[in-house]
């Protein structure tokens, strides 16, 4: 996982802003601290309209403590199979301990993952890039 790295080296830059300005629609239309589905549905939407590639509810291997699960971690969006879109609704600030749980998930993995918050009356949201 890497965090705060300089932006020359921002993976997947555009699609990731693209996300983002999709995240901040929805947040603008919808308002702030509904339940995630709510979101994870207009986002859906502005998915399809904006014509990105993407999987919702794409399944993952489980990775527990170095133990592969015959569970299944199941990713909210894949868009273009390299980033994973998590879409929240939570009252408290995502933290490092958010990352590394999200981390360790995901065994078989795209390059980028982002996480959205709308709980907040400003959007919050965290990229993860993740190396292999």
Avoid: W
Wanted: glycine content about 4%; aromatic content about 14%; hydrophobic content about 40%.
């Amino acid at each position: 996982m890497v965090k705060n790295h300089r932006e020359e080296e921002f993976f997947l830059k555009k699609e990731c802003l693209s996300l983002v300005e999709i995240a901040d629609q929805v947040h603008n239309n919808l308002g702030y601290g509904k339940h995630d589905s709510d979101y994870k549905i207009a986002f859906e939407a502005k998915l399809k309209y904006n014509g990105f590639d993407y999987k919702a509810q794409k399944g993952y291997l489980f990775n527990f403590n170095g133990i592969i699960l015959q569970h299944k971690f199941y990713a909210d969006f894949v868009i273009n199979e390299n980033v994973i879109v998590e879409i929240k609704s939570v009252p408290y600030q995502l933290n490092d301990y958010d990352l590394k749980v999200f981390e360790q998930l995901v065994t078989d993995r795209p390059k980028v993952g982002l996480i959205i918050n709308f709980h907040h009356e400003v959007i919050h949201f965290l990229k993860i890039v993740l190396l292999n």
